[in-house]
């Protein structure tokens, strides 16, 4: 093996581990979220969904937004164009909040949700 490929290897190798610990720091961080909230995913959806009539759950996200932990769930309704975006608390069941947001934002908060999962990396 030359020294060039030794030293190519040597990165692919680093690059894997590196995205591994990325996947696995994110998936930790993860359980410690769902083992903090009271109310868990399905009480959490099943609470949006009350507020969204004809609602399909399009997304769910568990995360702390503003120090406050909450279920984020995309609705899409029929017949509506974009998503009602419904926040329950995860402490206490309440809808922290619920927005409507078009096609073009979802779009804009889908790329500044990615630029943060970066720079978080």
């Not at 009271?38 to 507020?51: F, G, P, S």
């Not at 899409?76 to 402490?91: I, K, L, R, W, Y």
């Not at 069941?93 to 073009?104: D, N």
Request: charged share 20%; aromatic share 2%; glycine share 4%.
């Amino acid at each position: 093996m030359t020294m060039i490929s030794r030293a190519a290897a040597t990165l692919v190798a680093l690059g894997a581990v590196l995205t591994m610990s990325h996947a696995f720091a994110a998936g930790a961080s993860q359980a410690a979220l769902n083992a903090e909230a009271k109310v868990d995913e399905t009480q959490a959806t099943a609470t949006a969904l009350a507020k969204v009539p004809h609602g399909t759950v399009k997304s769910v996200e568990l995360e702390r937004e503003h120090g406050t932990l909450i279920w984020s769930l995309d609705l899409s309704q029929p017949s509506v164009n974009g998503v009602t975006e419904v926040q329950v608390d995860a402490m206490t069941g309440r809808i922290a909040s619920l927005k409507k947001e078009t096609p073009a934002q979802e779009v804009k908060e889908t790329r500044i949700e990615a630029k943060e999962a970066i720079t978080a990396k």
